[in-house]
């Protein structure tokens, strides 16, 4: 099980970015991928999650609204749309994968998004 996340960089707040979590040796079928973050300081937290039996979505509600979270499986990958950038919005991002909704029994390495004017 591997994941590989991009897509992170700089923007001024009110921007928008697209994260990617392409997986290989699985398929998002077999397992709920999830969304972390990490900001500079603070534990890491779950932004969203989607199940991979249904497609179902699930967000914390610091971005209810503003992220969307979707999964393409003929590519196996899962993105993050992130519109409305904040400046709290700043962290590492991360993937993971699990057999439960916010589980992460495999992480991806981050990618780094900096809200900044």
């Known amino acids: 099980v591997q994941l590989q996340a991009s897509g992170g960089g700089s923007v001024q707040p009110g921007g928008s970015l697209r994260l990617s979590c392409a997986a290989s040796g699985f398929t998002l079928d077999a397992y709920d991928i999830g969304w972390f973050r990490q900001a500079p300081g603070k534990g890491r937290e779950g932004v969203s999650c989607?199940?991979?039996?249904?497609?179902?979505?699930y967000y914390a509600d610091s971005v209810k609204g503003r992220f969307t979270i979707s999964r393409d499986k003929a590519k196996n990958t899962v993105y993050l749309r992130m519109n409305s950038l904040k400046p709290e919005d700043t962290a590492v991002y991360y993937c993971?994968?699990?057999?439960?909704?916010?589980?992460?029994?495999?992480w991806g390495q981050g990618t780094l998004v900096t809200v900044s004017s």
């Open positions: 993971a994968a699990g057999e439960r909704l916010w589980s992460n029994d495999y």
């Open positions: 989607i199940s991979g039996a249904d497609g179902s979505t």
